[in-house]
T-cell receptor, first 115, second 109 residues
Framework: DTAVSQTPKYLVTQMGNDKSIKCEQNLGHDTMYWYKQDSKKFLKIMFSYNNKELIINETVPNRFSPKSPDKAHLNLHINSLELGDSAVYFC??????????????FGQGTRLTVV | GQNIDQPTEMTATEGAIVQINCTYQTSGFNGLFWYQQHAGEAPTFLSYNVLDGLEEKGRFSSFLSRSKGYSYLLLKELQMKDSASYLCAAINSNYQLIWGAGTKLIIKP
C-alpha cells in the first residue's frame, strides 16, 4: 500500500495555465505538507495543514493555493503558471502537528515543467 | 541566517565505508534528520539525532555533536543501491526544518 501518493508524477504545461496536483495519505497522520525542490535540490516548505487547517504559509505567491477537503488529502492548485514554477513538488505527511517534531513521509513527487 | 552545509557530491567504492558530513547553523536546535533520496524518487527517513553521540542502525550510523554544530552519516559495506542523495535537515527552536541541498553519493564497482 502506498503511504503518500500524489498525482500526476509528471506535468508539462504552458505558461499562464492553471494546474492542480493531488495528494492523499493513508497513514492516519494529522499533518500534511507541500514542499518545492528546486534545481539546486533544496527542499523548501510551502504549506502545512493540520487537520484541514493551514498552519504554515511560507511566503509563496498567492497563485499557489492549497486545498484540504479532509485530513487525508492536501491538493495544490497553481494559477497562471510561470517558468520559475518549474520544479519537483513533494507532498508529505507526519504524525505531529509541527514540521520537525517527527519524521515525514514523502510522496513520489510531481515534476512540473512550465514551457 | 540559518543554513546547512554538506558536500555536493562524493564518490566511493562498493564494499567500502563513506562518511558524509553536515554542518548546521540554526536559531536554536531540536535535533537533526538524515534522509535518503534516490534519483527521481521521494526522500525517505534514515535517522534522527538529538543527543550527542552515535546512533547505529544496521549499515548506517549517524553522529551528532551539538557543541560543534556537526553531524555525519556513516555508510558501511557500501552497495550499488546506496547510490543516492543524502539530505541533512536540522530542526530549529520553532521546530522548522532547515534542509541542506543534499550530497550525491556515487558508488563505483
Amino acid at each position: 500500500d502506498t503511504a503518500v501518493s500524489q498525482t500526476p508524477k509528471y506535468l508539462v504545461t504552458q505558461m499562464g495555465n492553471d494546474k492542480s496536483i493531488k495528494c492523499e495519505q493513508n497513514l492516519g497522520h494529522d499533518t500534511m505538507y507541500w514542499y518545492k525542490q528546486d534545481s539546486k535540490k533544496f527542499l523548501k516548505i510551502m504549506f502545512s495543514y493540520n487537520n484541514k487547517e493551514l498552519i504554515i504559509n511560507e511566503t509563496v505567491p498567492n497563485r499557489f493555493s492549497p486545498k484540504s477537503p479532509d485530513k487525508a488529502h492536501l491538493n495544490l492548485h497553481i494559477n497562471s503558471l510561470e517558468l520559475g514554477d518549474s520544479a519537483v513538488y513533494f507532498c508529505a505527511s507526519s504524525q505531529d502537528v509541527i514540521e520537525g517534531a517527527t519524521e515525514a513521509f514523502f510522496g513520489q513527487g510531481t515534476r512540473l515543467t512550465v514551457v | 541566517g540559518q543554513n546547512i552545509d554538506q558536500p555536493t557530491e562524493m564518490t566511493a567504492t562498493e564494499g567500502a565505508i563513506v562518511q558524509i558530513n553536515c554542518t548546521y547553523q540554526t536559531s536554536g536546535f531540536n535535533g537533526l534528520f538524515w534522509y535518503q533520496q534516490h534519483a527521481g524518487e521521494a526522500p525517505t527517513f534514515l535517522s534522527y539525532n538529538v543527543l550527542d553521540g552515535l546512533e547505529e542502525k544496521g549499515r548506517f550510523s549517524s553522529f551528532l555533536s551539538r557543541s560543534k554544530g556537526y553531524s555525519y552519516l556513516l555508510l558501511k559495506e557500501l552497495q550499488m543501491k546506496d547510490s543516492a542523495s543524502y539530505l541533512c535537515a536540522a530542526i530549529n527552536s520553532n521546530y522548522q526544518l532547515i534542509w541542506g541541498a543534499g550530497t550525491k553519493l556515487i558508488i563505483k564497482p
